[in-house]
């Protein structure tokens, strides 16, 4: 089992950067895929991000494509995203994801993620 907490939020303007941390507790944090998702007021939850555990493949939402890197760094139980060019669109409480399994994967939707951290907000003026 694994614990995420999610930091690095914040408010910024629009055009700004933030870089969203999620920091893993528990073992084998390298058995983990892991993803990014959103959710603004009166919306649904949406997928943003997804790496696998390696780190060598990654999925964006064309919303954020060239704008966001999910990152992770294995040996700090912990996974990234830099966000660059944020828009006011882009406001919302973000929450990291991670789901063990034995081979690489990623995956956009929420229900197959196991584990949720409990959100950081992140909010951008125009």
């Known amino acids: 089992q694994v614990q995420l907490v999610e930091s690095g939020g914040g408010l910024v303007q629009a055009g700004g950067s933030l870089r969203l941390s999620c920091a893993a507790s528990?073992?084998?944090?390298?058995?983990?895929?892991m993803g990014w998702f959103r959710q603004a007021p009166g919306k649904e939850r949406e997928f943003v991000a997804a790496m696998g555990r390696s780190g060598g493949s990654t999925y964006y939402a064309d919303s954020v494509k060239g704008r966001f890197t999910i990152s992770r760094d294995n040996a700090k139980n912990t996974v990234y995203l830099q966000m660059n060019t944020l828009k006011p669109e882009d406001t919302a409480v973000y929450y990291c994801?991670?789901?063990?399994?034995?081979?690489?994967?990623?995956?956009?939707?929420?229900?197959?993620?196991?584990?949720w951290g409990q959100g950081t907000q992140v909010t951008v003026s125009s």
């Open positions: 994801a991670a789901r063990r399994r034995y081979s690489e994967a990623l995956s956009t939707r929420a229900s197959w993620y196991e584990y």
């Open positions: 528990g073992r084998a944090f390298s058995a983990y895929n």
